[in-house]
């Protein structure tokens, strides 16, 4: 699946999860979120499986052992086809299939239970032992189908997860992938008060697994880990996945009070704009002293980028050159963070395939420079190729009549807020009215994708375009006339966070929750009162 | 049914095991046995030495077993679990419940030196309690046989049955009650070895054979007519049969090295008391644990706890004594 898809995917697994749990006044959002990437990944990008044939044979096995993320889960599964959505509404309640924790299918557990599900969670410390069976069967059977189970951090309490850890590296287990959700946190507080599990990674290398560590939050991580993982021959592997218990959700997140409690069916509407409110800060390395372009991914990454913003000029299309689809090809190797190739070229379509096979994760092409039949074309060769499409207009363009009818494959929109071909140019006003007319307009003809906005984003803007819509930052001269890349980056997303903060408050109001959410969110609001103008009230509660 | 003279001929259940799942694993590549460092005592290492890429030793990580023979079911195997009694049951309730029972998968737990007759390891291995907590768990099947032929014949059979079983076993070698080719055990049914009208002794495991020897004694000294029934089914149990026998013979008297609560005789009280209520005596161990025995002791150790031809007949006896007042 295209990398901003699977963004919107995760971000539907959120929204989908923390819906159920509202609605059932139970259930565990903490611990749904902390493996919303985890899931996403595994159900959209590396299982083989097939929701319309749930037991095929050739389909990879997922046991979910930490079986109180059930919420998201069953939300996994309904997003990828297995049941329908609407019976997240259904979760815990009395005749439902979506029992508190997941149920094994099968014909007599059906009514109890959805297609998809392999194993009865509930109970913890079994999963990983019954990924050794599976596993062990299908090397009778001479199957290459792998098994990944998802373990949580306070099950590992558990001693039948080391008699497990044991068995599998015996018996040279390289087909079992095994996820550690490291989200600190079970039900009485923090994993280690209340039984100490670190030093972790150490545990399973004495264990003898192939460790591999990552932030469960980066798909990007999570791709590249699983992709080690099947390179390991003779052994297992355990991705001991960094997570914070309920992220998304500020409130929640890293809260052990969030384990296991339902928010208010009143607040949903705040979560989901909350979730949907994401934003990925793209530094473009073509800002800033001219240094080479490795030494500035390096930085970036270092610095917290979510995705590295490629301006691609020909010297045409724009009047100024940068580099071209070898470069990127170069580039690619020193880094796993997305990479959002923006071409600024005349011709386009005769050169595609070079970027495709560049490496990039997201492709970009100018309107200005495409009909409807280019277009089509060139749709066609990115989105077959798992990468995602986007396209890009000029100030002085409107997105033409012939993009509408592609809205569906499109996944990212750029809304230029500069001329394109240098950096360091100023904001134009007009932009934000722009972008906040298309994205209402979007809206309404059901467009799930991003709109980015590239061009004098700084501290001083990125509320602006925020605010009107855009969810992906391009940020050049802002990320590198810091010193520090880190702080930038994090100041831009504290801007949109003030905004973001507004405008849940906005919306508390419109659903007489405002006290309510004040209070449950009061220790995200401090730091930011004197900014909402907020102070005396937050005082007063 | 055809009995065979039971003084003649002794069987060793766990052998008859072994034999089993080696026939098993012949015609059926789908048949995997995993055992917890016991293999060589309970004979699935018959089965690992013919099929070793079918065979997976856990070691002494009986939870680790259970739910690993779990996995091998939800990937289509009919799995086999094997280990003493003591091990199972308890230490492994909750993955048996969640991981095996619930989804009802197909694994079958054979289990051996169950009872007081383990002998000299005491009490910590004298399982008297494992019929009670499987038969309370839904989806599962509770078997007791009381030979080893029917041990052989009881393994095949539930190989073809899909979902789990709990199939226990005793250490010592059990005379030979039924004939190897006119004997039949189906789930859910017992068999009548002998029939009698003045009183019905229900039995399972070793202790069948010991109402057999005391259904002579009662015909020949007291002139008692004793029916007897090997109830090796007891969950389902063969509740028609029970019943019946019930109302035909007034009285029923259930012998089992169990615990009396829960187990057989518990089952037994249970499906009379809701349809025809009878008499019903309990003959096994009177809820205590038990002690360490050398084999050349083990008569002195089950006259010790109750479970003896003595006993039964003690039982009967009273029984009769009483409905005649």
């Known amino acids: 699946m295209r990398y901003l898809d699977l963004k919107r995917k995760i971000q539907e697994i959120r929204i989908n999860a923390i819906e159920g749990i509202a609605e059932a006044g139970s259930g565990h959002p903490g611990a749904s979120f902390s493996a919303a990437e985890i899931m996403g990944v595994l159900y959209f990008r590396e299982l083989r499986h097939d929701p319309s044939n749930p037991t095929w044979t050739g389909r990879d096995y997922f046991i979910n052992s930490k079986g109180h993320s059930a919420p998201g889960y069953y939300a996994t599964l309904a997003v990828a086809g297995y049941f329908p959505k609407y019976e997240m509404k259904d979760l815990r309640k009395f005749g439902s299939r979506l ?13 109890h239970s959805v297609p998809g599900v392999e194993y009865s969670g509930g109970s913890e410390g079994i999963g990983l032992s019954v990924s050794i069976g599976i596993a062990l069967a299908n090397n009778i059977d001479n199957k290459d189908n792998n098994v990944y189970v998802l373990i949580g951090d306070g099950e590992t309490n558990e ?54 560590e990552i932030n469960g939050h980066k798909v990007e991580q999570i791709m590249d880990a699983l ?197 360091g140019q100023k904001f134009i006003p007009d932009i934000t009215s722009k972008i906040s007319n298309l994205n209402r307009t979007l809206k309404v003809k059901g467009y799930k994708g991003y709109i980015e906005a590239d061009g004098g984003i700084d501290a001083s803007t990125v509320q602006r375009v925020y605010d009107a819509g855009a969810r992906i930052m391009v940020a050049g001269s802002a990320v590198f006339s810091n010193s520090d890349i880190n702080t930038a980056i ?12 507004r405008n849940l408050l906005k919306k508390a109001d419109e659903n007489s929750v405002r006290k309510d959410w004040i209070v449950a969110r009061k220790h995200i609001l401090i730091p930011v009162a004197n900014e909402l103008g907020i102070e005396d009230e937050i005082n007063r509660l | 049914m055809k009995l065979t003279d039971c003084e003649l001929r002794k069987g060793d259940m766990r052998s008859a095991y072994g034999n089993a799942l080696v026939e098993l694993g ?86 051996s030196h169950a009872g007081l007759t383990v002998g000299p390891d005491g009490a910590s291995h004298q399982q008297i309690e494992d019929l009670s907590i499987m038969r309370s768990i839904p989806n599962m099947r509770v078997l007791a046989p009381a030979d080893s032929v029917s041990v052989f014949k009881i393994i095949k059979n539930i190989a073809d049955i899909q979902g789990p079983f709990y199939v226990r076993l005793a250490r010592p070698s059990s005379e030979i009650i039924y004939d190897d080719n006119d004997s039949e055990f189906q789930i859910g049914k017992a068999n009548i070895l002998q029939d009698g009208s003045d009183i019905t002794i229900i039995g399972c495991g070793l202790m069948v054979y010991k109402a057999i020897k005391t259904a002579k004694i009662l015909k020949e000294k007291f002139h008692i007519s004793a ?99």
């Open chain 1, 99 to 111: 029992q508190g924790h997941p149920v094994r299918y099968s014909k007599l557990l059906e009514h």
């Open chain 1, 159 to 212: 001693g039948q997860v080391w008699e497990a850890a044991m068995t599998a590296p015996k018996f040279k287990l390289d087909n079992i992938i095994a996820i550690l959700d490291r989200n600190k946190i079970q039900q009485d507080g923090f994993t280690e008060d209340i039984m100490p599990l670190d030093p972790v990674r150490d545990k399973w290398v004495a264990f003898n697994w192939n460790v591999i």
């Open chain 1, 227 to 423: 992709n080690k993982a099947s390179e390991v021959k003779d052994k297992p592997t355990i991705i001991i996945a960094n997570t914070v218990k309920g992220n998304g959700i500020k409130h929640m997140a890293n809260n052990p009070q969030w384990h296991g409690r339902a928010p208010h069916n009143l607040h949903i509407p705040l979560l989901i704009e909350e979730l949907e409110g994401e934003i990925l800060i793209a530094p473009s390395i073509i800002a800033g002293e001219k240094e080479n372009y490795e030494e500035k991914i390096k930085k970036v990454e270092r610095g917290g980028a979510d995705i590295i913003h490629l301006d691609v000029m020909d010297g045409i299309f724009v009047p100024n050159v940068t580099f071209l689809a070898d470069t990127i090809k170069k580039l690619r190797p020193i880094t796993n963070i997305p990479f959002d190739a923006h071409l600024m070229i005349e011709k386009p379509y005769d050169h595609i395939e070079e970027y495709i096979n560049a490496g990039c994760d997201i492709i970009t092409i100018h309107a200005e420079t495409c009909d409807n039949e280019k277009f089509c074309y060139i749709r066609e060769k990115v989105m077959s190729a798992g990468i995602s499409l986007g396209i890009a207009i000029n100030p002085q363009t409107e997105l033409p009549e012939w993009a509408y009818s592609y809205l569906n494959d499109i996944d990212v929109i750029i809304v230029m807020s500069v001329n394109p071909g240098f950096s």
């Open chain 1, 490 to 501: 994090l100041q831009l997303k504290h801007k949109t966070n003030v905004t973001l903060e």
């Open chain 2, 26 to 111: 012949t015609i059926n590549n789908d048949i995997v046995c995993v055992g917890a460092d016991t293999t060589d005592s309970i004979k699935t290492k018959k089965f690992g030495d013919q099929f070793p890429e079918r065979f997976f030793n856990i070691g002494i990580a009986e939870a680790n077993l259970v739910s690993i023979a779990a996995g091998f079911a939800i990937a289509g195997k009919t799995a086999f679990a094997s280990t003493y009694a003591a091990f199972l049951p308890g230490r492994c309730l909750d993955q048996i419940r969640n991981a095996i029972c619930y989804p009802s998968l197909d694994v079958k737990l054979v289990v």
């Open chain 2, 227 to 325: 029916r007897i029934i090997d109830s090796y089914s007891i969950k389902p149990l063969d509740s028609n049969l029970v019943i019946k026998a019930g109302q035909e013979t007034g009285a029923i008297i259930t012998v089992e090295e169990h615990n009396i609560i829960g187990g057989l005789g518990s089952a037994v009280a249970e499906v009379c008391s809701e349809s025809h209520p009878c008499f019903i005596k309990r003959v096994g161990v009177r809820d205590t644990f038990g002690e360490s025995a050398r084999d050349s002791e083990l008569n002195i150790l089950l006259e010790h706890y109750g479970l003896t031809e003595k006993e039964i007949e003690r039982a009967v006896l009273s029984t009769i004594d009483k409905l005649k007042k």
